[in-house]
T-cell receptor, first 115, second 111 residues
Framework: NAGVTQTPKFQVLKTGQSMTLQCAQD?????MYWYRQDPGMGLRLIYY???????DKGEVPNGYNVSRLNKREFSLRLESAAPSQTSVYFC??????????????FGSGTRLTVV | GDSVTQMEGPVTLSEEAFLTINCTYT??????LFWYVQYPGEGLQLLLK?????DKGSNKGFEATYRKETTSFHLEKGSVQVSDSAVYFC??????????FGGGTRLMVKP
């Protein structure tokens, strides 16, 4: 009954360091997403993967890269972290069938601080 | 493009008060509409949904009715509890499987 699992839950980076946020889902969903949530703001889409083997930019892709490793896993990489990337990052997944209604299943988030 | 507008928070209520959180949307076609809830320190959870005009979604005492004529999907609950304190997000799905989220509304319920 895991759903969407994100690791790590917390991370502190120094400016310029790199890291990869991991996300895995066990619901056999086709689509996966990475969002960031900043204080006082809603969710902003960074990247998404409509299906295994495809990735596309969202609203705020600069400074990030993604890999859809297989159907289960979708990772987000920060190549050179900046303080502006301090945020809470959420991974989500969903099934695609015809024309919905499709709800997303969210992970519990990764709280990243860049100092 | 599609957009969702929610009332700004925080909304502060006493326990057992009536709750309304307004949500309006702009979209072409016939989107599906959702409410998500985010409890402190957690990810978002689907609260309820509606797929066509006049549908009413409901869950855990919360309700929202899809009103196409006013492009609204307001969230209501007759008697809130302290445990309902959370951030509530309205969202729509119009094409493919992309959700468009509102900015979120924080609800604080005091004993």
């Amino acid at each position: 009954n895991a759903g969407v699992t994100q690791t790590p839950k917390f991370q502190v980076l120094k400016t310029g360091q790199s890291m990869t946020l991991q996300c895995a889902q066990d619901m056999n969903h086709n689509s996966m997403y990475w969002y960031r949530q900043d204080p006082g703001m809603g969710l902003r889409l960074i990247y998404y993967s409509a299906s295994e083997g495809t990735t596309d930019k969202g609203e705020v892709p600069n400074g990030y890269n993604v890999s859809r490793l297989n159907k289960r896993e979708f990772s987000l990489r920060l190549e050179s972290a900046a303080p502006s990337q301090t945020s809470v990052y959420f991974c989500a997944s969903s099934e695609v069938r015809g024309r919905g209604p499709y709800g997303y299943t969210f992970g519990s988030g990764t709280r990243l601080t860049v100092v | 493009g599609d957009s969702v507008t929610q009332m700004e928070g925080p909304v502060t209520l006493s326990e057992e008060a009536f709750l309304t959180i307004n949500c309006t949307y702009t979209a072409t076609g016939y989107p599906s509409l959702f409410w998500y809830v985010q409890y402190p320190g957690e990810g978002l959870q689907l609260l309820l949904k509606a797929t066509k005009a006049d549908d009413k979604g409901s869950n855990k005492g919360f309700e929202a009715t899809y009103r196409k004529e006013t492009t609204s999907f307001h969230l209501e609950k007759g008697s809130v509890q302290v445990s309902d304190s959370a951030v509530y997000f309205c969202a729509l799905n119009n094409a493919g499987n992309m959700l468009t989220f509102g900015g979120g509304t924080r609800l604080m319920v005091k004993p």
